[in-house]
């Protein structure tokens, strides 16, 4: 048959087979179900009948915080076999799962990975996830999720690259790469990649009162500035898959809104690819009240643009009768399902439906996966303080390494990890022991406090592990105190009232508010959930085998009073918008972080002094390494459009660069801006780079202060 034959570009090969199809099988097409074991044979017989078009294997709805079933590669095997043979079309099954920071090796939560300002590095993190993905016959991942988010009591900020939109989208956009990987000339897929999902469109991050899944308001102007640029970012990479948030936004929910799927993605952003829902995100139109019934909601987010009903069956119940009433037209039918079909052909899936079993274990027990994930964790980490205590020497004397986290496993691996698929991770006690057999290390059962502080008196330093669980943070799972956990602040006074030298070593999820923490201990270290091999990285760290780098995402707050507070803010008209009980400044800000070696940053030079719209502005400093240890800096470079019709923030990152640098080195670094970084949607949501001065910041965080200026001439 015409469509099977894969020397036909996808087009052909999809025009062929959409115009062979039923309406029933068509509308098979547009749905992803969850296959329980008890409803098994129902389902294979609906498969026979009308084919389907895809499964998702994760039984659970809160599939990141909760341990879930998943399917065998003999299971989906057969099941392919029956779609493959026994259905009159034989069209393939697209299987997916959330493979959001690992599959079986477990890279750093996202928003660590983003910590380490190294695209490369997030790439490399999703193709090995990729790798052992597809190995097990999994098609699919529903990742990277690029939310933008600026409350840290939302659970799901582990998930996405924080708060900023120009590092969000070169998160996004190399995640993308890293799973999909680059396309062969025909534009398939190649084997050992699998396909992205570029989620969750759009704002869901802006969730009231940090509650996830609750209401957004933001306006058209913050959403296209803000949120936006990460999605803009994955189409342009070529993500295949996009799905739709579960909140409602500014009125309307955004898997039932035309302007948001139909009219911003697929018209302005040209996003060829298929919309997938959230989880039953169709049915729950009708909770959020803007349908009545099944049969609207279906009406409502197919008319929006979903493309695949996500585990609710409206599609499944009412499509035909929406599309024989002429409510639903034919041709938005057959978009659907070219964008589906079009997927499952640039996959490669006709012409390799099964999984093969060869290779499999190969490539879940790869050590060079195992090595780059410990690599990934090191370079996420963010030293917030540091006296000089770290990094330690093993030979300081007795260490006392103790703390609700130092004997702790299951939360280093973070929220979104299929528990059963993974090996447990050492402990930090483990990995430091393992490290130095010759040291003397000190420790004591996490959870008793009267051991823990009695080995820190035993001790001459403390390690002290804090931090958050995997289970109080991902999915559902927010909190109204953004301070560690109980006990944890009492625990921190208590050692310090000791006398000892201290390193705090955090191992959190989100931003905590680390005020008091921070004035009581002579170094602290943000080892955020570091997965696999977090352990082992942590004491890479602490004893200096790598140098920390890491900067942070996301601003960490002093309160959660504070909440939202974001380096981008726009310019106020009237005095610096203040409290009364707190200086309005973060803790720590966007892009902060130290080293073991201190860098300096000058010799500024910008050219041309005035461009025109079209042109580029190169802006180049020198970073020279001063310290006395080899060293890594992460070089950001900051702008202000002076005078623009619609209020900006006072200044946008638009450039950075991590650099490795020896004692005494020095390199010059060029950032290049252009169209793409100086321009912005203004009035109507048209995009704009309006002529007049800019301003232009290089430095080591979010309040570098070396200046520049710039003019883009009219
Ligand atoms: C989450 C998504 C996830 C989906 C499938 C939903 O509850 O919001 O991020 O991809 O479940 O597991």
């Known amino acids: 048959m015409k469509y099977k034959d894969p020397n036909l570009s996808v087009e052909e090969r999809v025009e062929d087979l959409l115009a062979r199809m039923a309406l029933e099988e068509k509308i098979a097409q547009c749905m992803q179900i969850y296959i329980p074991p008890e409803n098994r044979e129902e389902i294979l017989a609906r498969i026979r009948a009308v084919g389907l078009g895809s499964r998702i294997l994760s039984d659970e709805q809160l599939a990141g915080s909760v341990s879930t079933r998943t399917a065998s590669i003999a299971d989906l095997n057969e099941v392919q076999r029956v779609a493959m043979e026994e259905s009159r079309l034989g069209i393939p099954i697209l299987s997916g799962t959330d493979v959001i920071h ?22 490399e993190a999703c193709a090995m996830a990729a790798a052992e993905t597809a190995s097990m016959g999994i098609h699919w991942t529903f990742a990277p999720m690029m939310d933008i988010a600026r409350d840290p009591r939302w659970g799901r900020i582990i998930e996405g690259f924080g708060e900023d939109p120009f590092l969000g989208s070169k998160m996004a956009a190399a995640a993308v790469r890293g799973f999909q990987g680059e396309l062969d000339d025909k534009g398939y897929i ?14 869901y991050g802006a969730a009231e009162g940090g509650r996830d899944y609750n209401t957004g308001e933001i306006t058209d102007h913050t959403l296209r500035n803000i949120y936006l640029p990460p999605f803009k ?22 898997s039932g809104s035309r302007y948001l799927l139909t009219d911003i993605l697929k018209e302005e952003l040209g996003f060829k690819g298929l919309v997938i829902s959230d989880w039953s995100a169709v049915s729950e139109l009708i909770n959020h009240r803007v349908a009545a019934d099944e049969h609207e909601a279906a009406r409502q987010a197919f008319d929006a643009g979903v493309d695949m009903e ?58 060079s996966h195992r090595a780059a994930s410990r690599r990934l964790a090191a370079r996420s980490m963010v030293l917030l303080k540091n006296d000089g205590l770290l990094p330690l020497k093993p030979d300081t004397g007795r ?72 289970a109080r943070n991902g999915e559902y799972n927010c909190v109204a105190s953004i ?13 310090a009232g000791l006398g000892k030298p201290v390193a705090a070593v955090v191992y959190t999820g989100r931003p905590a508010a680390l005020t008091r923490v921070v004035s009581h201990v002579n170094a602290l270290l943000l080892a955020w959930h570091p997965g696999s091999l ?72 910008v050219q041309p002094q005035a461009v025109e719209p079209g042109g580029k502005v190169r802006v180049t400093v020198t970073v020279t390494n001063t310290g006395t240890r080899e060293g890594e800096e992460v070089v950001q470079c900051y702008v202000q459009d002076c005078v623009s019709r619609r209020t900006r923030p006072v200044r946008e990152l638009k450039g950075f660069e991590r650099l490795a640098l020896q004692p005494g080195e020095s390199r010059r670094v060029t950032f290049e801006l252009g169209m793409d970084e100086l321009g912005y949607y203004g009035p109507g949501g048209k995009w704009v780079l309006e002529p007049g001065d800019f301003k232009v910041w290089v430095g080591s965080s979010s309040e570098a202060s070396l200046e520049g200026r710039f003019r883009v001439i009219g």
Not at 102 to 123: K, R, Y
């Open 399 to 470: 260490i006392a390494v103790i703390g609700p986290y130092a004997n702790e496993r299951r939360s280093l691996l973070g929220s979104w990890v299929n528990d059963h698929l993974v090996d447990q991770p050492q402990t930090l006690v483990e990995a430091v022991r393992a490290a130095f057999p010759e040291a003397q290390i000190l420790t004591a059962r996490s959870g008793l406090y009267d051991e823990m502080l009695m080995a820190a008196a035993a001790a001459d330093v403390v390690v002290l592990a804090l931090g958050e669980s995997h």
């Open 534 to 605: 977090g352990a082992e990285a942590t004491a890479d760290v602490l004893f200096g085998a790598v140098n920390p780098g890491g900067k942070l995402p996301v601003s960490f707050p002093r309160s959660e009073g504070q909440i939202p507070v974001h380096y981008n803010h726009n310019s106020t008209g009237r005095f610096n918008p203040r409290y009364l009980d707190m200086p309005v400044t973060p803790l720590f800000p966007f892009g902060f972080g130290l080293s073991y070696t201190s860098f300096a940053i000058d010799g500024l030079d």
């Open 483 to 495: 301070e560690l956990p109980a006990g944890q602040q009492a625990l921190v006074d208590a050692v």
């Open 102 to 123: 690992g599959q079986h090796t477990i890279f750093p939560i996202p928003l660590a990975m983003a910590a380490a300002f190294d695209p490369a590095a997030v790439e």
């Open 310 to 367: 996500m585990i609710s069956e409206c599609y499944n119940r009412h499509l035909a009768g929406l599309v024989q009433a002429g409510v639903i037209s034919q041709e938005r039918l057959d978009d659907a399902v070219r964008r589906v079909l079009s997927v499952k052909f640039r996959l490669g899936l006709f012409e390799h439906p099964y999984a093969g079993k060869d290779g499999q274990m190969e490539q879940l027990l790869l050590e």
């Open 233 to 254: 970012a994955a189409v342009k990479a070529g993500v295949g898959t996009v799905m739709s948030a579960f909140h409602d936004l500014n009125g309307e929910p955004a």
């Open 190 to 203: 190649r084997p050992g990649r699998v396909l992205a999902c570029a989620k969750h469109y759009i704002g």
